[in-house]
């Protein structure tokens, strides 16, 4: 049997080594995922963004255990959860330090959950090139809901907004004023906005300031997107306050299938994964049919001001790329 | 497109709270460009087997200070292997009677790193382990 099958049939040693294929990038992943592509698009993707610190790892714990007590009461659903972690790789060795599992003690003994930890590898916005991929597998292994943990973000590291359904983005009591609450960037992908460590000084600021800055949008952006994102105290070393955000996050899912707001995200995410590998493809291909030396001469007029970098991108793209 | 990276958890099962040569050793290999899953204090052999499985480990590296080897190693090499890892290498660290070592081994453990051993042994080894390199062990 080969892997996809397998991990179709439930193997988790199969799901464990596929996700390394798919992180690799191997030929066997890649016929892999054409295979399981059909499986996919049942799962709810969560991903769980905010500062580094803030406690993403700790709410997930708590999540992953709640959904799971959750969907065992809704039959008719998998209640088995997936979880990925990431965490950034050095850049100077491409080694990572993965602590995420340390925090999420009390679903690491749990078969129903599965979780993995991931490398940023070299990505910036927040996830790992092939996080997308391994959400993917994931699904069509039947796990449902999926979390997915960012790297510890700082204001723009949102590209977990294109993967995920539904988007909490976490604070903690006593970072920063209320402008930076209106800065563009992370807060403003929240779908579900949560304020941790609820029992520190500061709760009642931070919370205020994001208030104001959800009141600051304007009235017609707000009619027309129908959903205004709740703000949640939690404090995740406890347990305090994740129900409720279990409850928001199966509100959302219900707004985003009323609206049908699931499918027109399904297809900005669709389109910006076709995209990708679209460029991909083209440059690998027309690397493949640039003569010997040819990118070297052409970095050589660069930097002897021949030409400019432009001009040189130009003449290089005068080698089309082979047919397959 | 990206190259086989070496996968490694580090694990503290037991009671025994002195993780310092658990993060130098997670340190040292993170720095030789490995991927190090670290999981903390206080392990079950069941939460390690389970680590090790989910991350599709390479390597499963365990530090031990309290004298619970001879329980804890055998109950750990007996829970990858079911789970069908036959593969995973396991190393051990911490403080082990020279009496114990060659039990550990027959359990299937691969090294055991006493207190001392210079972290470029152990990066060279346990890359050899998964690479299959010749050893450049000092």
């Not at chain 1, 690397?287 to 030409?307: F, M, N």
């Amino acid at each position: 049997m080969d892997l996809a099958a397998e991990v179709r049939a439930g193997s988790r040693l199969a799901l464990a080594r596929l996700l390394t294929e798919v992180e690799n990038g191997t030929e066997q992943g890649k016929a892999a995922l054409d295979t399981l592509f059909p499986y996919t698009g049942h799962a709810h993707l969560i991903g769980i963004t905010g500062s580094p610190g803030t406690g993403k790892s700790s709410l997930v714990n708590q999540l992953a255990r709640t959904f799971r007590k959750f969907s065992a009461a809704r039959v008719e659903e998998s209640n088995r959860v997936g979880v990925l972690a990431i965490d950034p790789s050095s850049p100077f060795t491409g080694g990572a330090l993965l602590g995420d599992r340390i925090r999420m003690r009390d679903i690491s003994g749990d078969p129903g959950i599965f979780i993995r930890s991931m490398a940023s590898r070299g990505a910036l916005g927040g996830l790992a090139h092939a996080t997308a991929a391994a959400a993917q597998v994931l699904d069509a292994a039947g796990y449902n809901p999926i979390l997915i943990e960012t790297v510890g973000a700082g204001q723009s590291e949102v590209d977990i907004a294109r993967l995920a359904h539904t988007v909490i983005v976490l604070q903690s009591p006593g970072s920063g004023d209320d402008i930076q609450a209106i800065k563009a960037g992370i807060l403003e992908i929240a779908d579900i906005l949560v304020i941790n460590k609820a029992d520190q000084t500061g709760v009642e600021s931070t919370e205020m300031a994001l208030r104001a800055m959800l009141d600051l949008v304007s009235p017609s952006s707000r009619e027309s997107s129908g959903w205004i994102p709740p703000i949640l105290r939690t404090v995740a070393t406890t347990g305090e306050g994740i129900q409720e955000v279990c409850e928001a996050v199966y509100r959302h899912q219900a707004y985003l299938q009323a609206s049908g707001e699931r499918k027109q995200r399904d297809y900005l995410r669709l389109t910006s994964e076709l995209n990708c590998l679209i460029s991909d493809l083209l440059v690998q291909k027309w690397r493949a049919s640039l003569p010997d030396g040819a990118y070297h001469q052409a970095l050589e007029k660069i930097h002897s001001r021949e030409c400019s970098p432009l001009q040189a991108a130009l003449e290089l793209l005068q080698f089309s790329p082979k047919k397959v | 497109m990206t190259e086989k990276k070496i996968r490694v958890i580090i694990a503290k099962p037991g009671l025994d709270g002195h993780d310092r040569g658990a993060k130098v050793v997670a340190r040292a290999l993170r720095d030789a460009g490995m991927e190090v899953i670290y999981t903390g204090l206080r392990q079950t052999p069941e939460m390690i087997a389970e680590a090790a499985l989910q991350e599709d480990a390479d390597v499963v590296g365990i530090s031990i200070l309290s004298g619970a080897h001879r329980t804890l190693l055998p109950r750990i090499m007996e829970l990858i292997r079911a789970n069908g890892q036959t593969n995973v290498k396991v190393f051990v660290g911490g403080i082990i009677p020279d009496a114990d070592v060659i039990f550990l081994k027959e359990c299937g453990v691969y090294a055991i790193y006493g207190p001392g051993t210079p972290t470029t042994q152990i990066v060279a080894e346990v890359r050899a382990a998964v690479l299959g390199e010749p050893q450049t062990a000092a």
